[in-house]
Each structure stands twice: as C-alpha cells, then as structure tokens.
Nanobody, 123 residues
Framework: QVQLVESGGGSVEAGGSLRLSCATSENAPGYCMGWFRQAPGKEREGVATIARDGRANYADSVKGRFTISQDSAKNILYLEMNSLKPEDTAMYYC??????????????????WGQGTQVTVSS
C-alpha cells in the first residue's frame, strides 16, 4: 500500500509563496501524480498533474503561478505556489497512481491519497 504524506502548508498573505511536498513510501504505479484541493463547501478539484513522461498540466486558475515537479529518486512530489490569492485557500491533497492516461485531473481515477495540508491565504 502506497502511503503519501503532504507537508508545507500554512498561512500566508496574498502575493506570498508556499512550497508543498508529498513524500511517497514507494514509487506508485500508474500514469500520473497530482495535486488537488478542496475548499469548504466545494468539490475536490485538480490543481496540477504530472505524467510519468514529465508532462505537466495545470488548472487555468493556477497557470503561471504554480509549478509541479518531482524528485523521482526520493519519491517526492512538489507544488511550488507563487502569487497566492485568497481563492487558493483550501486543503491540498497529493494523489498518486492515476490509472487512466490523459485523465489525470479526474479524482476518481487515483488509487492513493494523502491526508491533506491546509493552505490559507489572507487578503
């Protein structure tokens, strides 16, 4: 069973930056890994995903501000978040084991999830 542990969340002012990390217990099988977020009263949504070939995709709301990357040797997934906005406030989750190629933003297609890390951006 692959285990994921996120870290790096916190509270920042608008315009600030945070870097989230997701440590995985092993290299999860599947086509992609990703970061998702869920704000109170809203559905979980995809933020950024990265495929095994290194291709990254981003939600329109974070393009140009967030960067997803991975250290395959250490089994760590990162999310660099810059120019944060209050609307970025949410619980952020790491996901691994995306089962379907080209559908990396679909939450139902992931086998493994972390416990989440809270990001709060104040105006």
């Amino acid at each position: 069973q692959v285990q994921l542990v996120e870290s790096g969340g916190g509270s920042v002012e608008a315009g600030g930056s945070l870097r989230l990390s997701c440590a995985t217990s092993e290299n999860a099988p599947g086509y992609c890994m990703g970061w998702f977020r869920q704000a109170p009263g809203k559905e979980r949504e995809g933020v950024a995903t990265i495929a095994r070939d290194g291709r990254a995709n981003y939600a329109d709301s974070v393009k140009g501000r967030f960067t997803i990357s991975q250290d395959s040797a250490k089994n760590i997934l990162y999310l660099e978040m810059n120019s944060l906005k209050p609307e970025d406030t949410a619980m952020y989750y790491c996901a691994a084991g995306g089962r379907v190629a080209n559908y990396c933003f679909v939450t139902d297609y992931y086998n493994y999830w972390g416990q989440g890390t809270q990001v709060t951006v104040s105006s």
